[in-house]
């Protein structure tokens, strides 16, 4: 197998690694972040906010998150006469999906420790935020760990659909490369095995977590 | 800009045509990647080491690459091989490998959830080991398995709309055709959504029926 057509187009795929990293990144934090507080909203008390927020979780966990990318991309710049950059809509789209997995995480691992510990914690006089940061966060993140983890494979796997608003990642660098070359066996071996280096440690580690804290 | 329902009337029967192909599709590698599942679960759980080691490298690749990638490997590198398919079939065949990624690690644990006792009181009785899989541990594990099989029917519903960029007709391919030609993206991908969203929806119900029904009788 000729694999100089990697070597070759080295600096022109790894610009393409580099947007699916800042994608992933930026979508991570953005994902992370929204659905940790969509998970808090979730479990509120408030008909209100509660059925909002299950609402928006229902719809982003059903649908396909190239749809949810479409939408964004295609569906929401006609709407408002706007422009929405390839790049953004990729990150949009993969939050709006992951914050909304994150979010239902959040929610059973909440809910998976027991009442009396909130008792416990409001009759020594803490107040509701500091039930939830000094009593729950702490357990529900040990619990949450290795669902999340499992999350971020996932993320890491979603950046692929970015190539499909356009967005110049690993996979459609890799596109490029092979309408030039019309070698597809080695780019797409390389682009498999680079996603399989960054993927494979996470699920060990979920794995090994899931193990440990059960 | 006004949504335009009469647009989205005059399209109803072909994004009816896009989700019942999106349903066939998802369903026939449902079954595909079953088998695929239960082939290499008996292969994780009873095989020789040789092929533990295949079935294992099989299912880490199958769900650490993107299933995207695995849709386009099929369909752009298979031919360089010398193995042409059509776009169905490619498609079929990479969601099948996926898809049967996922389950080999769903019927282990069927399998492996199968209490050890059974396994013990049929050799006692002196069954045979392929009678003691296939009428002892087999039906058992199936039972177990059932409401992670129509979970990862979603999931693979899902992605099938993946099966667009290969040029299959199913729903989010009608999408992409009719705003191609017509610009209505706001109403087209929000039927779209809709249509995925009911499917989805239903099959969940479904799911949710079944676990509850499962969880009394185990």
Known sequence: ????????????????????????????????????????????????IQITTRAFIEVFRGLPTLITMFFVYFAVPMLFQIEIPSFLAAVIGLTLWELSEIAEIMRGAIQSIPKGQVEAGRAMALNKA?????????????????????????????TALASLVGVNDLVMAGKIVVERTLEPLEVYVFIMA?????NYPLSVLSRKLERKLI | MGFDFNFIMEQIPYLMLGARNTLIISVIVLLLAVIVGIVGALAKTSGGRFLRLITGMYVEIARNTPELVQIYFVFFVFPSLGLKFNSFVSGVIAMTFFGGG????????????????????????????????????FPQALKICLPSLIGYLIFILKMSSLLATIGIVELTFVANDVIANNFHAFEMFSAVALLYLIMVWTISWLLGIVEKRFKYEL
């Open chain 1, 130 to 158: 500091q039930v939830l940061i000094y009593i729950l966060m702490p357990q529900a993140v040990r619990r949450m760990l290795p669902p999340l983890i499992g999350v971020y494979t996932r993320l890491v796997k979603g």
């Open chain 1, 194 to 198: 680079v996603f399989f280096i960054i």
């Open chain 2, 102 to 137: 996922y389950l080999v690690e769903v019927f282990r644990a069927g399998i492996e959830a199968v209490p050890k006792t059974q396994v013990e009181a049929a050799k006692s009785l002196a069954l045979k080991n392929r009678q003691i899989i296939v009428n002892i541990v």
């Open chain 1, 1 to 48: 197998m000729p694999w100089d057509i990697v070597v070759k187009n080295w600096s022109f795929l790894a610009a393409g690694l580099w947007a699916t990293i800042e994608i992933f990144v930026v979508s991570m934090i953005a994902g992370t972040v929204l659905g940790v507080l969509m998970g808090v909203l979730r479990t509120s008390r408030v008909f209100l």
